[in-house]
Every structure is written in structure tokens, then in C-alpha cells.
């Protein structure tokens, strides 16, 4: 359904929520819901190219692992799950964007005590129409600051628990730059919703080995594979904003983003401040990837 104001054409999404697809302003989940009152949920963000989903079997993968780790019910099997994310690119018809996906503990009374184990769990899925492959970043770079992690220990699991990435993400917007990467112990964890890699000046890529202490990005994992392919050395361990700023070349990766070079750190450039060789290459050799494999 398309509504027209004016000169702006407003999309009327189609949202999933608990068995019901329905226009977006007429979805609504429980006040009780926990993942409202507890950020008591987790969730999935899976890019859509070309109208097919990428790396789903791997997010749906994840999501299990975080559904367990937390002890939280199974709102359905991958089949189930596929065919929700296919019938919502349907409606929307939604060409390049995401499919963002929660699963709550569900709706109960106000308590620190989780409900008891039959509380169905609430499913709320929802798409974002967006370019994600040619965007202006690419061939720009982004830049980003450092900032403090004071998110809990926890950050394999993929909870909707952002307030500081989201403090962090605004706060870095707020000092005119593009995103942060949080730094624990003297060390890079990750960017606020991505993660944080760099080309050394042999050009060995490092990237921070996979703990309790970075989200396991699904990103991550299929570049690290091509990069593999592509004889590019790889270094699981990890680095300082020292090292980084010092460092041929720096890039984040995600679902939303792919490869994204970073050109920026606290005001210093990487190499020679523009995207590296590297970032670019695996960029194009992800996007490739994502079009073959998607489903
Ligand atoms: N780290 C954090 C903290 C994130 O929020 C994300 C994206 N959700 C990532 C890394 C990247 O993960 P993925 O490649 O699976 O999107």
C-alpha cells in the first residue's frame, strides 16, 4: 500500500508480528513484552540483494546459539523462519535492503524472575528498503573515534541490548564523524554495530579472535573464508587504536555495511587517507559472494 504527500512517497511497510502480517501502524506488541521491560531478547539482521536473503542458514545459525545461551524458546524452525523473511520481501517487495528479526522471552507480568517455560515467545520481523552496494562510503571511507566499552560481558550473544552502542554511535555522529570503536583492556574490540579489522603493513589481516567479548559476526566469517581464498595472510588476535592508526589500511564488516574501509581513527589517517586496496578488493569479492550464495 503507497501513500503520497506532497512530493515524498511514504511506503506502508508489511511487518510480521506473532503470526499476523500487518500494516506497520497497526502492529503492536504487549506493554508486558520482556524484550520491552528487560531487553530480554535477541535478534538477527539479514541483507536482502536482488530480492534473495544472504548468509541466511548462517544468521539462523547464530540466532540459535543465542537463543540457547540465553535459554529462550524457539519462536520455529529455519523453514518456518525462511519462509516469514520470503513472504515479507514478497509484500514489500523489497529489492536491496534488510530483514531485521526479535525474539522475545514474551508477555508476562513485571518480574526479574524469567516466566514460566510455556510463555510463548513474541516474533516481530520487519524490512528496511536501502541501498547496500553502491554507496557513497565505499569509495570514501568512513571515519570513527575511539570510545570506552561499557557493554556487558556478554557480546556473543546478539541481544537487543544497545543503549551504549547506540550512546556510542551518536556520540561519535555528535563529533562529526561516522561510527566508534570501543576499546577494552588497551585493546579494539569492535565497532558499535560492526566488526573492527586491519591490514598491517606486511599485509597480513588482523582481526580480533572470536570470545565472550565480540559479536561473531556472520560477516566476519564469510570474509575471513574469502580472504583465505584469496592467499591473503590472516591474524586472529588483537590490536590497539595504536596499531590500528598505524596500520596500511582499517575496515568493519556487517550485513548491512560488507566491507567497509575505514580511513579515519581520532583524526588520524589510515595510509594515505583513502580506501585501501584490501578493504576495496574484499568489498567487491564479498558482494560477489552475497549475489552467488543468496537464497
Ligand atoms: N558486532 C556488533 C556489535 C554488531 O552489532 C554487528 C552487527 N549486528 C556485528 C558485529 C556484525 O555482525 P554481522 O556481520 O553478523 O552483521
Known amino acids: 500500500m503507497a501513500a503520497t504527500s506532497g512530493e515524498a512517497r511514504f511506503q506502508m511497510r508489511t511487518v510480521y508480528v506473532n503470526g499476523e502480517y500487518r500494516p506497520e501502524n497497526e502492529a503492536s506488541v504487549s506493554v508486558f513484552d520482556r524484550g520491552f521491560l ?9 541483507s536482502v540483494l536482488g530480492g534473495r536473503l544472504v548468509d541466511f542458514s548462517a544468521h539462523m545459525a547464530r540466532l540459535k546459539r543465542s537463543l540457547a545461551e540465553l535459554g529462550l524458546p524457539s519462536p520455529g524452525s529455519e523453514a518456518h523462519l525462511l519462509a ?41 520481523l520487519f524490512t528496511q528498503a536501502n541501498t547496500l552496494v553502491d554507496k557513497p562510503a565505499a569509495r570514501t571511507g568512513l571515519r570513527v573515534i575511539s570510545v570506552p566499552d ?8 546478539k541481544t537487543v541490548q544497545l543503549l551504549y552502542s547506540s550512546m556510542a554511535k551518536t556520540e561519535a555522529k555528535r563529533r562529526g564523524v561516522d ?33 565472550h567479548s565480540i559479536l561473531h559476526g556472520i560477516t566476519r566469517a564469510a570474509v575471513l573464508k574469502l580472504a583465505e581464498e584469496s592467499d591473503i595472510r590472516i591474524e586472529e588476535r588483537s590490536f590497539t587504536i595504536e596499531e590500528a592508526k598505524r596500520a596500511r589500511e582499517a575496515f568493519i564488516t556487517s550485513a548491512s555495511a560488507f566491507v567497509m574501509p575505514v580511513v579515519e581513527i581520532d583524526g588520524t589517517p589510515i595510509g594515505d587517507g583513502k580506501p585501501g586496496p584490501v578493504a576495496t578488493r574484499l568489498r567487491e569479492i564479498y558482494i560477489r559472494h552475497a549475489r552467488d550464495t543468496a537464497i
Do not use: C, K
Open 38 to 46: 528487560f531487553a530480554d531478547a535477541v535478534y538477527e539482521v539479514t
Open 84 to 124: 516469514i523473511h520470503r513472504e515479507l520481501v514478497r509484500r514489500n517487495d523489497l529489492d536491496e535492503g534488510t530483514i531485521y528479526m526479535q525474539v522475545t522471552r514474551g508477555a508476562a507480568d513485571r518480574d526479574f524472575l524469567f516466566p514460566s517455560e510455556d510463555t510463548p515467545p513474541s516474533l516481530v
Open 150 to 157: 561499557l557493554r556487558w560481558s556478554r557480546r556473543d550473544i
Open 179 to 211: 561510527d566508534a570503536w570501543m576499546v577494552e583492556d588497551g585493546m579494539v574490540t569492535e565497532g558499535t554495530s560492526n566488526n573492527a579489522h586491519i591490514v598491517a603493513e606486511d599485509g597480513t589481516l588482523v582481526t580480533r579472535a572470536l570470545s
